[in-house]
């Protein structure tokens, strides 16, 4: 596993919400496999401002993998091709030197480009915040055991609990339907 990669990166660039965007390809050296993807395009920008360019404008905050906001779509897939794993935690381990890598923004009607790889997610977010949130008491939880679940249903409903909030489910979508997370979260409940 080479210390050194070079890659291929083809990078979404669009100046605003009302130019026309397109891939731009750069070429970047000297990634180590111990980078995260985002330090891997820190690591770019950081090139691109020593040659004057604009860097690439993206989203990131927790880089934990619990906020969502690192969402870009890798090779086609949202976040990455790894399951379960967010953009800020995929490691660059997963590439060999010399691989091409395209890079995109949320591809939805619902989520207009900004800037490059950075969308605007305020319809989402506004549907998040329609659920609202209730917190009864209930007293103490029951016995794991008195209540038996189904597996597929114990299943389902670990995968809406692992959800972030990013918007993946609607960017992946051929509808770019945010009733992928509504969903989500009505089957839980029945």
Not at 67 to 77: D, E, L, P, Y
Not at 97 to 110: C, F, H, L
């Amino acid at each position: 596993m080479s210390d050194n990669m070079k890659l291929t990166l083809n990078i979404w660039r669009q100046k605003d919400r009302n130019s026309p965007g397109k891939l731009v390809q750069y070429k970047v050296e000297g990634v180590s496999h111990h980078m995260s993807f985002l330090e891997m395009l820190d690591w770019l920008n950081q090139d691109l401002i020593k040659k004057g360019e604009e860097p690439v404008t993206f989203e990131h905050d927790c880089r934990e993998g619990i906020c969502g906001a690192c969402g870009m779509v890798i090779n086609g897939t949202p976040h990455a091709p790894n399951k379960g794993t967010t953009a800020c935690q995929l490691h660059m381990r997963f590439y060999k030197d010399g691989d091409t890598i395209t890079i995109e923004p949320w591809r939805s009607r619902a989520f207009p480009v900004l800037k490059d790889l950075l969308v605007d997610r305020s319809a989402f977010d506004r549907i998040i915040q329609a659920g609202g949130f209730v917190s009864v008491r209930t007293g103490s939880a029951s016995e794991a055991n008195g209540i038996l679940i189904p597996k597929e249903n114990a299943e389902l409903a670990m995968d809406a609990a692992e959800c972030i909030g990013c918007g993946a489910c609607v960017a992946a979508c051929p509808n770019g339907s945010a009733n992928l997370f509504i969903a989500a979260k009505v089957a839980t409940n029945s």
